[in-house]
């Protein structure tokens, strides 16, 4: 397979609107530098224009060679990506990209619930636990930068940093879980998912109100027949 690995840094006209794509058209959030790594090559990281139609036709390009080229691309909570990317390419050529994403293959590696191992909380599967782990030469490469700050120059090392080790993190759990195809098909399964839930972040999902009151109304009257009996 060939293998790409896709990371994008956002901004927001307030710090919090940076994680939330549906803001872009109103002009409250955009992207601010993109990267991708390929198998044997430097990474790349882009600044991305300003203007939404410049950015778009940008990124347009760039999905469409993916498509073109067959690869297979990852990221890190891939549908965040997805998401963004959404907002700027058509989503029936996003969709054609077949995804993977590094984190949910760790996770079907770990095969244990969040909290079953952690005293102090929830388990974390950020990239940065995972470099820490697994990179640990690399650990805190993210210390000292400043996510809103002029220094895009720095940014841009860090996306590009991010691209690379989301690409070697997640070639690797693939390689592992391929000795497993059962698992593996099961981490397959929720890959082709991924598209589908990132647009929904975006475009929400389409639901059946009637049906839902029908529901409501037999899980009421389920629930009185189950009090009763108890």
């Given at each position: 397979m060939?293998?790409?690995?896709?990371?994008?840094?956002?901004?927001?006209?307030?710090?919090?609107?940076?994680?939330?794509?549906w803001?872009?058209?109103q002009?409250?959030?955009?992207?601010?530098t993109?990267?991708?790594?390929?198998?044997?090559?430097?990474?790349?990281?882009?600044?991305?224009?300003?203007?939404?139609?410049?950015?778009?036709?940008?990124?347009?390009?760039?999905?469409?060679?993916?498509?073109?080229?067959?690869?297979?691309?990852?990221?890190?909570?891939?549908?965040?990506?997805?998401?963004?990317?959404?907002m700027?390419?058509?989503?029936?050529?996003?969709?054609r990209?077949?995804?993977?994403?590094?984190?949910?293959?760790?996770?079907?590696?770990?095969?244990?619930?969040?909290?079953?191992?952690?005293?102090?909380?929830?388990?974390?599967?950020?990239?940065?636990?995972?470099?820490?782990?697994?990179?640990?030469?690399?650990?805190?490469?993210?210390?000292?930068i400043?996510?809103?700050?002029?220094?895009?120059?720095?940014?841009?090392?860090?996306n590009?940093?991010?691209?690379?080790?989301?690409?070697?993190?997640?070639?690797?759990?693939?390689?592992?879980?391929?000795?497993?195809?059962k698992?593996?098909r099961?981490?397959?399964?929720?890959a082709?998912?991924?598209?589908h839930?990132?647009?929904?972040?975006?475009?929400?999902?389409?639901?059946?109100?009637?049906?839902?009151?029908?529901?409501?109304?037999k899980?009421?009257a389920?629930?009185?027949?189950a009090?009763?009996?108890?």
């Amino acid at each position: 397979m060939k293998w790409l690995a896709f990371d994008i840094e956002t901004t927001g006209t307030l710090p919090e609107y940076a994680l939330q794509p549906w803001r872009v058209p109103q002009g409250l959030s955009r992207v601010r530098t993109w990267a991708v790594a390929e198998a044997g090559e430097r990474p790349k990281a882009v600044l991305a224009p300003h203007d939404r139609e410049a950015l778009s036709e940008q990124l347009t390009r760039e999905v469409a060679r993916w498509v073109e080229g067959g690869y297979v691309v990852c990221a890190w909570n891939a549908t965040f990506e997805i998401a963004w990317l959404c907002m700027y390419v058509d989503p029936a050529l996003v969709g054609r990209v077949r995804w993977f994403d590094g984190m949910l293959l760790w996770r079907h590696l770990r095969n244990t619930p969040d909290y079953s191992d952690n005293k102090k909380g929830r388990l974390s599967f950020s990239l940065k636990d995972a470099v820490r782990q697994y990179l640990p030469q690399f650990a805190d490469y993210e210390k000292d930068i400043d996510f809103f700050g002029p220094d895009v120059v720095n940014l841009m090392y860090y996306n590009a940093l991010d691209t690379r080790f989301t690409l070697l993190l997640t070639k690797a759990f693939y390689d592992v879980l391929a000795k497993e195809p059962k698992r593996l098909r099961a981490a397959k399964i929720e890959a082709a998912s991924l598209f589908h839930v990132g647009l929904a972040n975006v475009s929400g999902i389409p639901i059946d109100c009637e049906a839902l009151k029908q529901l409501d109304a037999k899980l009421e009257a389920e629930a009185r027949e189950a009090l009763e009996q108890l």
